[in-house]
């Protein structure tokens, strides 16, 4: 049975979103708002999801690699790469953060990443996966923060979206032990004491 999808709209662009692939909410189009690269910028969007933050980018920078470890998403984000004109300035690949990308290096990466605490038997479907942090929230926010230095150009910069209920003190502490300063880009609030923060940090 082929699986249904969901038609998201952003200004000019429209992204058809699968069921098993994770929906654009408060965080991704707080990230679209701020979203900041060059011409000249090779970017890497981890986590593509349905491509948001991919397309977005490929319309302004040199090129952009999407990852997602949903086999879906790879497919979503590639054909709305197609819907939206981009497709010719994109690559997609399939890998879980960065393990496939040996040490090519990027101007800018991009990760609206799964934060959110969860109990140890949930995150088990590809959709659960987009928003799983494991018990902190901190699982895949920990292993980006430690892979990502070596994956950037020497002014390389790093556009990181979670929640408070992921510690983001202890984010900007981690990528300072990496030699990374950062800085608040955006924050929104949300409801029951949450609030999900843009990060950028750089060299």
Known sequence: MPSRSKRIFFGDYVFLVDENVYEP????FLFAENLDVDEEDWVLDMGTGCGILGILA???ARGVVAVDINPYAVRCARDNAKVNN???NMV???SDLLTGFSEIKFDVVLFNAPYLPTEPNEGTSWLERAWTGGATGRQIIDRFVDEVPVHLKRSGRVLLMQSTLAGVDETVHRLAERGLKTRVVAEQVLPFFERVVLLEAGS
């Open 25 to 28: 909410a408060e965080d991704s």
């Open 58 to 60: 490929a319309a302004r």
């Open 86 to 88: 981009v497709r010719a």
């Open 92 to 94: 997609f690949v399939r």
